[in-house]
């Protein structure tokens, strides 16, 4: 018999208390206008920071996240205080001068072994002038030690912001996209994943490509990535049009650090990005275990894989996501999650004897 397991998701937005937190593994940078149409020399922005740390790290002075901290809205302080900071043609623009902090409240936190993972995201209002061309950025050390490349070392996720017109005359909007902290791929196989992304600007023309260090050729004039630039193992392929990634992960029992740039265009004959979005995230590469089933689990029910569920502001929504297992057995003991604040997760049910 095939087995199904269940988790059900609530969304409950409460208030925060403070925490300490550092050691790197990844994040995203994107940020939209509140009205993208031109009433004047000024736009509010809405900011958005995503970032993942690594759980046990000892600035949190033992202390150890768990669904309470996604529960309550735990803010991530983070040691040293650290703060978004422009980093290029800041001349343009009023961002602040000392930086939007890049506290996070607490999204998900994930105890399994291998992922030990703390992740929080924050949306912050900017006020700014639509002559800003702006790199912004969060850069400081240090990536975990047990990198393929990179180990180690610092950090940099830099954003472009512009808020020119665009030849519509509107105000763009970035790129979005997202990712699991790290995903769990078997050693020595070939691996297909895609990297989501999507605009608010429907018609822009969509590209991703690898972060890298020449601050003189880049969009944003800026080291992108630091210690992990095209730190995935050599033969690794990028399609730009659909962020899709190919490679084999060739050692296991080790991290493997990602960093890319996802930009928008205005069409397909546009010789320049509008803006230019950040994410990096980890993938871990395993052996697979004598015994293991050779057909892995799939999402079923109600939501597809991937699926995108729009939500009314102020309304609370309960999804279950639905996992089929293929062989005798065979249990669910955990699902990696990368959320929006307040989304509460449930403990995983397993209603089928697997047998």
């Known amino acids: 018999m095939e087995q199904v397991s269940y988790r059900v998701l609530s969304i409950l937005f409460t208030l925060c208390y403070v925490l300490d937190g550092s050691h790197f593994r990844g994040g995203i940078i994107s940020w939209r206008p509140l009205n993208n149409s031109v009433t004047g020399t000024t736009t509010q922005i809405l900011l958005h920071q995503r970032y993942f740390w690594w759980r046990m790290y000892s600035g949190f002075s033992g202390y150890l996240c768990t669904e309470h901290d996604v529960v309550v809205g735990t803010l991530i302080n983070i040691i040293p205080a650290a703060t978004l900071m422009c980093l290029r043609n800041c001349t343009s623009s009023t961002y602040p001068s000392s930086g939007v902090t890049v506290n996070m409240i607490t999204s998900d936190c994930d105890s399994n072994p291998l992922i030990e993972s703390w992740g929080g995201e924050l949306y912050t209002t900017l006020t700014l002038p639509i002559t800003t061309s702006i790199t912004i950025g969060y850069t400081s050390s240090a990536w975990l030690t047990a990198l393929y490349i990179g180990g180690g070392q610092g950090w940099s996720i830099v954003n472009r912001m512009n808020l020119a017109l665009r030849p519509d005359g509107y105000i763009n909007s970035s790129p979005v996209t997202t990712t699991l902290p790290c995903i769990l791929y078997q050693r020595n196989v070939s691996i297909v994943h895609v990297v989501q992304m999507a605009d608010n600007d429907a018609t822009d023309t969509l590209l991703c490509r690898w972060s890298n260090s020449n601050s003189s050729y880049n969009y944003n004039q800026n080291d992108e990535c630091v210690g992990v630039c095209k730190a995935m193992p050599a033969g690794t392929t990028l399609t730009a049009s659909n962020c899709t990634l190919q490679f084999i992960l060739p050692n296991a029992s080790i991290y493997y650090a990602c960093a890319l740039q996802i930009e928008d265009y205005y069409d397909t004959t546009s010789p320049h990005p509008m803006s230019s979005v950040p994410i990096q995230f980890l ?66 049910s397993n209603p089928s004897t697997g047998k």
């Open 283 to 348: 993938f871990y590469a395993y052996n697979k275990g004598a015994g293991a089933c050779t057909t892995a689990p799939s999402i079923i029910g109600v939501r597809p894989n991937r699926a995108c569920i729009g939500v009314p502001v102020g309304v609370q929504l309960n999804e279950t996501v639905e996992i089929q297992t293929y062989c005798p057995g065979q249990t669910i003991i955990d699902l990696v999650t990368s959320s929006p604040y307040g989304m509460q997760h449930s403990a995983i």
